[in-house]
């Protein structure tokens, strides 16, 4: 019971570490361990030996914290995924493929925004990581519980056909939540309206179930698939992959074309505008010619009315003088 317990008292700090921002883990670990001294050693040292999750990891955990939802509509199509392979439906199987490849780009968008919130965004190679871990996800029913913990540590990765590696891959294991009932699908991908999930509330929700990793684990698996059944399954699912690549690349090139349609008409747009600048210019030029030739003629004028003036002046006196003499 006290191992229970431990067990307990360490998955409740760890939810709320593993919840803060990313550069914010080590010091906020410090403090926790320090905080947990009156519990005596084993707690204290458990909480500094907390690893640090990766940076992909930690982009999962933002979700898992902030937008729950997105992981649990991801963990239902998983287990469709699986069922679909387990009947061999080829039909199916292409049908739930291009809804994950539907479901892992709003995840991943999801990933970039809750991190550029949480003050860390993340880079192309990161988000591919975040992108094969939710594949992951969606290939096992351990690492879907593993990611949904919010204590992931690392990236996950899954071949289509083996269970994902989860050693090492989560922080305090023996207290991942049994598996949660899924609801039913959402209207908008990473629109949850939901509040993040507090400690208080991850220990309340934590019963006295068996760890999600345990059940797992220890759930009795039907027996394995001939060498033939895991070719079809792995074609089927290659195929749907396969029609959605084909999909997206028509797209992509109706797109290209548009594109070079939009450039075309705007280079011959900026082409004519050239031109018209050009021809505007050669005007504007001829036309600060004339203003300044007749602003000179215009200056020369006035020069030459003013002598003008002048002189009528002076001769105007000069008739005065001469009549005043004769009188």
């Not at 345990?214 to 992959?241: I, M, N």
Request: hydrophobic fraction near 45%; charge should be neutral.
């Amino acid at each position: 019971m006290m191992a229970c317990m431990d067990d307990s008292a360490l998955a409740d700090i760890a939810n709320g570490l593993y919840a803060l921002p990313f550069d914010e883990f080590m010091a906020a670990r410090t403090a926790a361990a320090k905080a947990a001294a009156d519990s005596g050693p084993g707690l204290p040292a458990a909480v500094r030996a907390l690893p640090k999750p990766s940076v992909a990891a930690w982009a999962i955990n933002m979700l898992a914290v902030h937008h729950p939802d997105i992981l649990v509509q991801l963990a239902d199509l998983g287990g469709r995924m699986r069922a679909a392979q387990s009947s061999l439906d080829a039909v199916g199987l292409r049908e739930l493929g291009r809804e994950r490849r539907t479901l892992l780009a709003a995840a991943v968008d999801a990933a970039h925004s809750v991190t550029k919130e949480q003050g860390r965004g993340i880079s192309a190679t990161i988000a591919a990581d975040v992108e094969r871990t939710l594949r992951a996800l969606t290939a096992d029913a351990g690492a879907a519980a593993a990611v949904q913990s919010g204590r992931l540590l690392q990236a996950l990765s899954a071949d289509g056909v083996d269970t994902v590696d989860l050693e090492g891959a989560v922080a305090v294991p023996e207290a991942v939540p049994a598996h949660r009932s899924v609801p039913p699908p959402l209207a908008g991908v990473g629109a949850s309206g939901k509040k993040p999930r507090t400690t208080a509330e991850g220990t309340a929700r934590r019963p006295a179930d068996k760890p999600r990793l345990q059940a797992v684990r220890q759930t009795p698996r039907p027996a394995s698939p001939s060498a033939l059944e895991k070719a079809q399954t792995a074609d089927a699912e290659a195929k749907a992959d396969a029609d959605a690549a084909v999909q997206e690349a028509q797209e992509r090139t109706a797109q290209l074309e548009e594109a070079e349609t939009e450039f075309s008409r705007l280079t011959a747009q900026t082409r004519d505008l050239r031109a018209l600048l050009k021809s505007s210019e050669e005007q504007l030029d001829e036309a600060r010619k004339l203003r300044e030739t007749a602003a000179a003629e215009a200056k020369q004028a006035a020069r030459t009315a003013d002598k003008a003036r002048r002189s009528a002046t002076l001769a105007h006196e000069r008739v005065l003088r001469l009549g005043n003499t004769r009188n």
